[in-house]
């Protein structure tokens, strides 16, 4: 592909135009915004990761991920509002799934350390681990403010804080793992994977495609457990102060 | 400090509680004595339910100092102070599952079993029926998850225990045998009973002493015959207002 097909390609962004303005839906301004972004920002981390491959320093690579985290962290935290300190513990909970998975894929010699398979893999670790982490936040606050009355009632009967809050932490942690593990059945059967696809329109081998989209589930498999569970062990003692009580100002102020 | 700290359950000494920078509750200080059924009445809003939550511990007072049986209430680990200081709620809230289940919860939060004779004997000992057991909560009357409150209660064997208008959405029936339950439990363990209730003819009838709170203050305490011979104005008209 090239500039010439590229600019063709533009065809799939003049025919939502004209649908929405014969159909007057106003998306047109969104739609021309969103084009330009996408091509600003892809040629960006186009140049970038080539200049990055070129060298071959590792410094940039941690800089790559460094950069990830950091943008996956703003996105997360407006979802935790009511958990202090939410910004470090989504720090926190992404270094070290990138840390856990590329240990891993770089101790048992499953991809080798160059930019090429580290910064792929790690935006496809830290950007699921980042819409887990929304799921599960979303979930957690909204069983912790509706489950209020189990939770006075457990620490009133002399349970400890895990203890008024385990219920909460379990369900959330289901219901934001779930998708993956449920998406993961039907994978190949309703659509092909991104990467897979990619990879085979690249010309690469479809056997070998496969190879590492499974190398990926399987990565993301560990993201979406880890995340939740992480970042829930992280979140719950929050709630509560030194004296076992529950902190419920925290909510009060989410409903403002 | 005239007032015997022996012979008080619970001590109040100067407490004053702000939520969101709303006092809710202001100077109070008085005393619960040991072994007596306490009846606390007051409009609503006056700050009954979040005194007990501070006797129980699920809160703490912005100032001032608790003394559960002469003890100061920092002094205790917040489990053990929580099973010492039982609380059963207007609403009884329950867990999701059978009545096995939220009678046996105080001993499962300490990893322990109710052994099947024990919980027989305690539903038999608030009146419900052992068959119960098996039964889901959500298909008990409001009398009987009331019921099954205060036997939850029990089981963490509390000194004292704080009622929270146990008795006000249930019916005449249910009431007469909460009552009952409540005056047994006293008499027969010497259970300190702190009971807030809005029924003044209850207050009288279960009360040794009684506390009248309004607006976040305790305007007076005292035996219960206070409620036929207040000394302040304010007591005097909430009084008539309610009679």
Same mark, same amino acid.
């Given at each position: 592909m090239n500039t010439v097909t590229l600019t063709f390609?533009? #065809? $799939?962004?003049? #025919?939502?135009?004209?649908?929405?303005?014969? $159909?007057?839906?106003?998306?047109?301004?969104d739609t021309i915004i969103a084009t330009i972004r996408s091509i600003i920002q892809l040629f960006i981390v186009g140049y970038l990761l080539q200049f990055v491959f070129d060298s071959e320093r590792y410094i940039y690579i941690a800089l790559m991920i460094m950069i990830m985290i950091g943008a996956a962290t703003q996105n997360a935290r407006k979802k935790g509002k009511m958990i202090k300190g939410i910004t470090w513990k989504l720090v926190t909970t992404f270094a070290l799934i990138e840390f856990i998975t590329q240990f891993i894929l770089i101790g048992f010699k499953i991809t080798p350390p160059t930019a090429q398979y580290m910064i792929p893999l790690s935006g496809m670790v830290i950007g699921n681990s980042m819409v887990l982490a929304i799921l599960f936040l979303n979930r957690f606050t909204g069983e912790i403010k509706s489950q209020q009355d189990e939770t006075e009632l457990i620490l009133s009967l002399g349970g400890t804080p895990k203890q008024a809050v385990q219920n909460q932490l379990i369900h959330s942690i289901r219901a934001s793992t779930i998708p993956t593990i449920e998406s993961q059945k039907t994978i190949g059967l309703v659509q092909l994977p991104g990467m897979m696809s990619g990879q085979i329109i690249a010309g690469a081998d479809p056997l070998q495609a496969v190879f590492f989209q499974l190398l990926v589930l399987f990565l993301l498999l560990t993201t979406a457990v880890f995340t939740s569970i992480l970042l829930g062990f992280l979140s719950y003692p929050t709630l509560f102060n030194e004296r076992m009580q529950f902190l419920d100002e925290e909510l009060k102020q989410l409903d403002d | 400090m005239k007032i015997s700290l022996k012979d008080a359950a619970i001590y109040l000494d100067? !407490? &004053?509680?702000?939520?969101?920078?709303? &006092?809710?509750?202001?100077? !109070?200080? %008085?005393? !619960?004595?040991? %072994?007596? !059924?306490?009846? /606390?009445?007051?409009? &609503? %809003?006056? %700050?009954?339910? &979040?005194?007990?939550? /501070?006797c129980n511990g699920l809160t703490s007072p912005t100032s001032g100092k608790i003394y559960i049986n002469n003890k100061r209430i920092e002094s205790y680990h917040p489990p053990s102070l929580r099973r010492h200081v039982g609380l059963a709620l207007q609403q009884a809230t329950m867990i999701y599952g059978t009545v096995r289940k939220n009678l046996a919860l105080p001993l499962t939060l300490q990893n322990k079993q109710l052994p099947d004779n024990q919980a027989e004997e305690l539903l038999k000992l608030v009146g419900l029926d052992a068959k119960l057991l098996s039964r889901h909560v959500n298909d008990l009357s409001g009398g009987q998850r009331q019921k099954l409150s205060i036997a939850r209660t029990l089981i963490n064997q509390p000194d004292i225990l704080l009622l929270d208008e146990i008795t006000s959405s249930l019916d005449p029936i249910s009431v007469k045998e909460i009552e009952e339950l409540i005056d047994m439990i006293n008499k027969k363990y010497r259970t300190t009973i702190v009971w807030i209730t809005h029924d003044l003819e209850q207050a009288r009838k279960m009360g040794d002493d009684v506390w009248v709170m309004m607006q976040g203050q305790l305007i007076e305490s005292g035996p219960i015959t206070l409620l036929d011979n207040p000394k302040t104005d304010t007591v005097k008209q909430f009084l008539k207002g309610r009679a």
């Open positions: 390609a533009l #065809i $799939f962004v003049l #025919i939502p135009l004209l649908l929405s303005k014969y $159909f007057k839906l106003g998306l047109e301004k | 100067d !407490i &004053s509680y702000e939520k969101n920078n709303h &006092s809710i509750l202001s100077n !109070i200080t %008085g005393m !619960i004595p040991k %072994g007596k !059924i306490t009846t /606390l009445v007051g409009p &609503s %809003g006056a %700050g009954k339910t &979040s005194l007990l939550k /501070l």
